[in-house]
């Protein structure tokens, strides 16, 4: 047997961990260092500034949001005032992909059968990839 790409295989994935741990710590970084960045820019009324080759500044944008700050918006409430404003195009119907996989898997861990209607329409795909863990 051929133990190369195997031996390559785990040296990567152990490089992806360590880069996602990497990845991780800096943006909890940035999270710390945004508000302060934004205070320092904002107080010295400055719209960017460049800094080792990057230009930093202060982007603005608008998103929709509770009026109860720290609450997620009430979906219900938000599909009724939608519908009342005439905005229909922002109402869909779907489902979550996820959440539907998860039912999946426990119809499989249990033997239940797919009800009739996902006959031709959902189907339970198995998807076997490469893992590794640390040992």
Known sequence: MDIQPIKEFTELEARKNDLETELARIKARITVLDPIIQDELINN?????????RT???HKQIWAGSPIEGESIDRDKA???????GLDDFVKKGFNTNSLS???RECNANGTPLPESFKGVITANEVVKIKSIKS
């Open 102 to 104: 998860g039912y999946l």
């Open 56 to 58: 930093v500044f202060l």
């Open 45 to 53: 009324e400055i719209n960017q500034i460049k800094v080792n080759g």
């Open 79 to 85: 599909i009724a005032a939608l519908l009342m404003a």
